[in-house]
T-cell receptor, first 112, second 112 residues
Framework: NAGVTQTPKFQVLKTGQSMTLQCAQD?????MYWYRQDPGMGLRLIYYSASEGTTDKGEVPNGYNVSRLNKREFSLRLESAAPSQTSVYFC???????????FGSGTQLSVL | KQEVTQIPAALSVPEGENLVLNCSFTDSAIYNLQWFRQDPGKGLTSLLL?????REQTSGRLNASLDKSSGRSTLYIAASQPGDSATYLC???????????FGKGTMLLVSP
């Protein structure tokens, strides 16, 4: 059982480049999330999808877009990367919004 | 705005000790509280979830308690082992909100 799978694990971008982080879960969960983790800041929610077909902004959505492609997949797109977006990005899922979270292993992103 | 504080930021103990990690939150109108474990370079693993109506939850050597009125939760680890070394985070879900607020974590080192 793979759980939550994120790709890529590492990425280096130049300022202004775009990229998409992919996330897939195989637990038939309804809700999916994107977080970023920065030293001294803790985890902060970027966007979430309560159920297939819906997406909502979290605490720090600026500079990001998301797509809930289907029930399994939830992608995060950086249209024009900035150094401030250097971070570790985690995808997570839960059966419903209020329930236990399951996390992927993270993507370490550096924007130069 | 909900704020979640974890004290201490770091803790070092010898193997076999019982220990307590603390989590405090400013808004007592919470829906639930989760404790997570994060190993270096890895994602988060949910350890325990306590609903607002509960006082405690137990899983093996772990026991989490919740006191909503005082805005506190504790994670008790019995008979600590080197394999318990990790960062422990608590996260609070406020009633009426869809998202979690995370603390910055307590880094635990258990020495053989």
């Amino acid at each position: 059982n793979a759980g939550v799978t994120q790709t890529p694990k590492f990425q280096v971008l130049k300022t202004g480049q775009s990229m998409t982080l992919q996330c897939a879960q195989d637990m038939n969960h309804n809700s999916m999330y994107w977080y970023r983790q920065d030293p001294g800041m803790g985890l902060r929610l970027i966007y979430y999808s309560a159920s297939e077909g819906t997406t909502d902004k979290g605490e720090v959505p600026n500079g990001y877009n998301v797509s809930r492609l289907n029930k399994r997949e939830f992608s995060l797109r950086l249209e024009s990367a900035a150094p401030s977006q250097t971070s570790v990005y985690f995808c997570a899922s839960s059966r419903q919004l209020d329930e236990k979270l399951f996390f992927g292993s993270g993507t370490q992103l550096s924007v130069l | 705005k909900q704020e979640v504080t974890q004290i201490p930021a770091a803790l070092s103990v010898p193997e076999g000790e019982n220990l307590v990690l603390n989590c405090s939150f400013t808004d007592s109108a919470i829906y639930n509280l989760q404790w997570f474990r994060q190993d270096p370079g890895k994602g988060l693993t949910s350890l325990l979830l306590i609903q607002s109506s509960q006082r405690e939850q137990t899983s093996g050597r772990l026991n989490a308690s919740l006191d909503k009125s005082s805005g506190r939760s504790t994670l008790y680890i019995a008979a600590s082992q080197p394999g318990d070394s990790a960062t422990y985070l608590c996260a609070v879900k406020r009633s009426g909100y869809s998202t979690l607020t995370f603390g910055k974590g307590t880094m635990l080192l258990v020495s053989p």
